[in-house]
């Protein structure tokens, strides 16, 4: 988790590449997929007119869904989640979904702190000067919005400003 978040931080916009390929927003589908087959139903809906993201915005986005999908396999019970992504014009958006019993209502429902999880999403979208809420919904269950913006202020050359 150090090495991914000094990835992020870092302002060298150098040339450099990762020594292995990161996933990125184009692997939320297979994501889906795989949280499909390990017994977690999963509609993913896609708005808007997708746009080449820096990777370092592609691959936070993948991880707020990885961990939500995890969340929601772990602790929504039997329930089904929904992964929708918005490409707006001067954000990209994600929300994942689900209507299980698990997540923060444990815990007296509304806003809640999390673990790990949650701070994680948390750091990885500050990075970005983006916003995270993490919530439980009233008609059940727990959602994850983050939003992260698409102008060209926020980045230089694929890496955060």
């Known amino acids: ?35 499909v087959a390990a017994g977690l139903p999963v509609e993913l809906h896609v708005t808007g007119r997708p746009v080449a993201l820096p990777m370092t915005v592609g691959l936070t986005l993948y991880r707020i869904v990885q961990e939500a999908l995890t969340n929601s396999r772990k602790h929504a019970g039997p329930a089904r989640a929904t992964v929708r992504i918005a490409y707006l014009p001067d954000r990209v958006t994600v929300e994942v979904a689900d209507d299980g019993t698990g997540g923060g209502r444990a815990h007296g429902g509304g806003h809640v702190s999390g673990g790990y999880g949650l701070l994680g999403m948390r750091e990885r979208v500050a990075l970005h000067d983006g916003s995270l809420e993490a919530h439980s919904r009233e008609e059940g269950g727990f959602a994850v919005t983050a939003s992260l913006p698409l102008s060209t202020d926020t980045y230089e050359k694929g890496g955060v400003r």
Do not use: C, F, K, N
Not at 12 to 31: F, M, N, Y
């Open 1 to 35: 988790m150090r090495q991914l978040l000094g990835v992020l931080r870092s302002t060298d916009t150098l040339d450099e590449t990762p020594s292995a390929p990161q996933p990125g927003v184009d692997d939320i589908e297979r994501l889906v997929a795989e949280s």
